[in-house]
């Protein structure tokens, strides 16, 4: 089976597991539109399209986004549109979709009341390989989407 995990929001990243083990990774592809940064849905699909191809079935774990406290409107919509827009990618790609709540994934990967790097850390003790790990942002995006795709079960 390949799991996509993905970690939705402008800084987010998609990971792709065969099994458990990553095969490939990306940030969220973006675009300006106006004055603000979406997701680009199309570039979204051609990563995930080759995928569709293979003898193995897909599946994507997608983290379940909500509003915090605190957080502005114009945010809070930016959020919505990018998981709006991933799921509607994966929809029309026909991908069976489970939406994981970030309680969840933290809970079976051992990390809840940690602090935000420690789904890093977790995820560079489980693959010491994965260089792109050792960024602290991008290393972050990558390590939650990959523990999303591994917990989401």
Do not use: C
Not at 9 to 36: C, D, Y
Not at 65 to 89: E, K, L, Y
Not at 116 to 124: E, F, H, N, V, Y
Not at 126 to 144: I, T
């Amino acid at each position: 089976m390949i799991k996509i995990g993905i970690d939705p929001g402008l800084s987010g990243a998609i990971v792709f597991l065969q099994g458990n083990s990553p095969v490939e990774w990306h940030r969220m592809p973006t675009m300006k539109t106006g004055s603000a940064n979406r997701v680009n849905a199309s570039a979204l699909a051609a990563i995930i399209r080759p995928y569709l191809y293979f003898d193995k079935p897909v599946h994507a774990y997608v983290e379940l986004v909500s509003s915090m406290p605190g957080q502005g409107v114009a945010s809070m919509f930016s959020f919505g549109h990018s998981a709006g827009v991933i799921q509607g990618v994966l929809g029309a790609l026909e991908i069976p979709v489970t939406m994981v709540a970030p309680g969840l994934w933290k809970k079976r990967a051992g990390l809840s009341g940690q602090d935000k790097d420690a789904s890093r850390t977790l995820a560079i003790q489980m693959w010491p390989f994965w260089r792109e790990l050792d960024k602290k942002g991008a290393g972050q995006a990558y390590a939650d989407a990959a523990l999303i795709a591994v917990h989401g079960d």
